[in-house]
């Protein structure tokens, strides 16, 4: 049943964005999380990992950023946001729509996702690999900065050319 899921979270995803202000930075926040999260299930994919838990990291990874306009520990609100939002869902039955364990995952996921310097479990890497191409997509000689020097290489390394790679994984 992992569509439904999938289709479940974004429902609530793009009610959330439609009470945020509607300007620049929403329309750029949805833009990137959107298209982060189609990497991130397609990269889980290649890797052998969970794509629709992926997916749903990558919808809500900086939702608290785009709803609170703040971007400073955006990561940690965010996760908390998340965990709040999944717990809320629920299927017909009144069963929880992902298990404890599911829960973790993903909001960990979304806690260490602006540490790229250092490297956490798979499903996190995979978020924090996403978030990164999302940036190659319409930016060929993107400078990602200090703090990637070491996730560039290792990134090119497996996936080749990163702006070919990240139109192939969105
Ligand atoms: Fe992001």
Same mark, same amino acid.
């Given at each position: 049943? %992992?569509?439904?899921? @999938? $289709? $479940?979270?974004? &429902?609530?995803? %793009?009610?959330? +964005?439609?009470?945020? /202000? /509607?300007?620049?930075?929403?329309?750029?926040?949805?833009?990137?999380?959107?298209?982060?999260? !189609?990497? !991130?299930?397609?990269?889980?994919?290649?890797?052998? %990992?969970?794509?629709? +838990?992926?997916?749903?990291?990558?919808?809500?990874?900086? @939702?608290?950023?785009? &709803?609170?306009?703040?971007?400073?520990?955006?990561?940690?609100?965010?996760?908390?946001?998340?965990?709040?939002? +999944?717990?809320?869902?629920r $299927?017909?039955?009144?069963?929880?729509?992902?298990?404890?364990?599911?829960?973790?995952?993903?909001?960990?996921?979304?806690?260490?996702?602006?540490?790229? &310097?250092?490297?956490?479990?798979?499903l996190?890497?995979?978020?924090?690999?996403?978030? +990164? @191409?999302?940036?190659?997509?319409?930016? /060929?000689?993107?400078?990602?900065?200090?703090?990637?020097r &070491?996730?560039? /290489?290792?990134l090119?390394?497996?996936?080749?050319?990163? $702006?070919?790679?990240?139109?192939?994984?969105?």
């Open positions: 049943m %992992e569509g439904v899921r @999938l $289709q $479940q979270c974004l &429902e609530v995803w %793009e009610g959330l +964005l439609l009470d945020c /202000p /509607p300007n620049d930075a929403t329309a750029e926040g949805r833009r990137h999380m959107f298209s982060v999260s !189609a990497i !991130a299930g397609n990269l889980a994919r290649l890797r052998g %990992e969970n794509a629709e +838990l992926a997916r749903v990291a990558g919808i809500f990874h900086d @939702l608290a950023a785009v &709803e609170t306009g703040v971007r400073k520990d955006h990561a940690h609100a965010g996760a908390a946001r998340a965990r709040r939002i +999944l717990e809320e869902l $299927q017909e039955t009144g069963a929880p729509l992902f298990s404890e364990n599911e829960l973790d995952n993903i909001c960990a996921a979304i806690y260490f996702h602006t540490d790229k &310097e250092r490297v956490h479990f798979p996190a890497e995979v978020l924090k690999d996403a978030d +990164l @191409l999302d940036r190659f997509l319409d930016a /060929p000689d993107y400078d990602a900065g200090k703090k990637n &070491e996730r560039v /290489p290792r090119r390394a497996e996936l080749g050319d990163l $702006q070919t790679a990240a139109r192939r994984l969105s």
